[in-house]
């Protein structure tokens, strides 16, 4: 019940939206984010956004965890 | 950036951040269990408080990558399941009055109380209606201006702030008819519960991803401070879980406990404000029985006396009559993370997804349909 899923804003109309989830258009409230903005994807829950996903601790997570993959390729093929 | 203004809709839709399949990726997942296979050393049990982390995880296979040391313990993290029979009975009664258009999730439909379900309930004539979100009941209200139609509220703090929104809505457009049976529950309390019965030693807790988005990763600083229990809040996503197992054994081992964010890029430190805004300004904390743990203290919402108008429970009281427990279910143990699925003796035998006894069969977040669905060799 507390799934949400990471869905592209494409329009806002006060505190509604459209957002692109799968290639189908849905309307979306905004009333819980109304910081969100054309062109963010948020997390979206029961037809609400609850959150706008964080682009950069996106990148960031995949930078840290790229990093570790590094470290264990290298760690594997000294061994 | 996503949220340069500059570039277009169409250059973000094909731009490379699409927030799933990259974390999704088979490679960083091995050297994430590299990670843990190096660190972890004693035998550790963690608590995945979501239902919906369970099911991720049994979907993705993580159970059997993980090494032998690292066990995963489901939680009562599934609104459906930790609904008391009480509060369903009630929802039944209130779905069979004259008049009444009962909306609710799709997860409570089978969900069997003492005697009936929705399900059953709508087959006798009484008027249920799927919805996909409390504004689609919001809907139904205005189209059916002369029918009380009641949403039932389901939920943890990632849905409270939808329904209290859908409630504000309501009130701004005048609707007269529209009610909510708020069940909604609050699951640091909860965790708390389980910690304080002391029935299952957990050496760490895999925080709810979405709960967390609203409530904020400082929500869980009492799990370090006051069991010395850690916490890792975690997405749904392989990568997501398998580093938040990777921060609870690193914790667990350098008996560090602290509070570790695995989830940055939907969750915050402070959570959502404007939605725990909304969410408070609706309801209010109070007592709530959970199937399971029983009452716990301040772990459920209720209407604030402004809003008591849009209460069903005040608006139209019934009597369901005496709760009755399913003999030999033992959801409730189940979602105290005393014993996994397989250790009922109806699993499998007597409770099927198709046949459901106890409500964490029924829900896709409930442990024992995870189990029952992706358990294969380890049941």
């Known amino acids: 019940m507390c799934l949400a899923i990471p869905t592209l804003i494409t329009s806002v109309e006060g505190t509604t939206g459209k957002a692109e989830i799968g290639g189908v258009e849905r ?23 609850i959150g706008v996903l964080d682009a950069e601790e996106a ?10 993959a590094e470290f264990y390729t290298d760690e594997m093929n000294d061994e | 950036m996503a949220s340069d203004k500059l570039e277009t809709v169409s250059a973000i839709r094909n731009s490379e951040m699409k927030y799933i399949d990259e974390f999704r990726d088979p490679q960083l997942a ?44 489901s939680g009562p993290g599934c609104p459906v399941c930790v609904t008391a029979n009480a509060d369903l009975d009630r929802a039944i009664a209130l779905a069979k009055l004259p008049g009444v258009i009962m909306t609710t999730f799709g997860d409570m439909l089978k969900v069997p109380g003492s005697h009936g379900s929705l399900q059953t309930a ?22 059916y201006p002369e029918r009380a139609v ?34 909604h529950k609050l699951t640091p309390p909860a965790t708390r519960a389980i910690l304080d019965a002391g029935e299952v030693r957990l050496a760490g ?22 069991y010395s229990v850690p ?40 959570g959502n404000r404007t939605a725990l805004g909304i969410m408070h300004r609706v309801f209010e904390v109070s007592e ?74 029924v829900s896709d977040e409930g442990a024992c349909a995870a189990w029952y669905r992706y358990g294969g060799a380890d049941v």
Not at chain 2, 31 to 56: D, V, W, Y
Not at chain 2, 129 to 137: E, F, G, K, N
Not at chain 2, 205 to 226: C, K, M, Q
Not at chain 2, 308 to 318: C, E, H, I, K
Request: proline share 8%.
């Open chain 2, 288 to 361: 709530a029985e959970w199937r399971g743990l029983g009452c716990v203290p301040a772990s459920g919402l209720v209407l604030r006396p402004e809003y008591v108008r849009f209460d069903a429970s005040l608006t139209f009281p019934v009597d369901p009559g005496p709760t009755r427990e399913h003999k030999g279910c033992r959801c409730g143990d189940v979602l105290r993370g005393t014993v996994d699925p397989p250790d009922c003796p109806l699993f499998r035998h007597v409770c099927t997804p198709a046949h459901p006894v106890g409500p964490c069969m």
């Open chain 2, 30 to 73: 091995r050297s994430l269990l590299a990670s843990i296979q190096a660190c972890s050393k004693q035998p550790a049990r963690f608590m995945e408080f979501c239902g919906g982390h369970t099911h991720a995880i049994f979907r993705h296979g993580l159970r059997q990558m993980l090494p032998p040391t690292v066990e995963l313990r």
């Open chain 2, 122 to 143: 709508k087959a006798e004539g009484a008027d249920v209606r799927i919805v996909y979100s409390a504004l689609d009941a919001l809907q139904i209200a205005r189209d």
């Open chain 1, 27 to 49: 309307t979306i409230s905004l009333a819980l984010t109304p910081e969100a903005q054309v062109g963010d994807y948020v997390l979206m829950h029961t037809g609400f956004a």
């Open chain 2, 231 to 270: 916490c890792a809040v975690a997405g749904f996503e392989p990568l997501d879980i398998l580093q938040a197992v990777a921060a609870l054994v690193r914790m667990f081992e350098d008996g560090q406990p602290a509070v570790v964010n695995a989830y940055p890029r939907g969750v915050r430190p402070e």
């Open chain 1, 59 to 68: 990148q960031e997570t995949l930078r840290l965890l790229e990093e570790l």
């Open chain 2, 205 to 226: 807790i895999i925080g709810p991803g979405h709960v967390t988005t609203v409530i904020g990763s400082e929500a869980w600083e009492f799990l370090p401070r006051d």
């Open chain 2, 150 to 183: 009641i949403f039932l509220g389901v939920g943890f703090e990632t849905t409270a702030p939808t329904v209290a929104a859908s409630i504000l809505e309501a009130e701004a457009g005048g609707l007269s008819n529209f009610y909510v049976l708020s069940l």
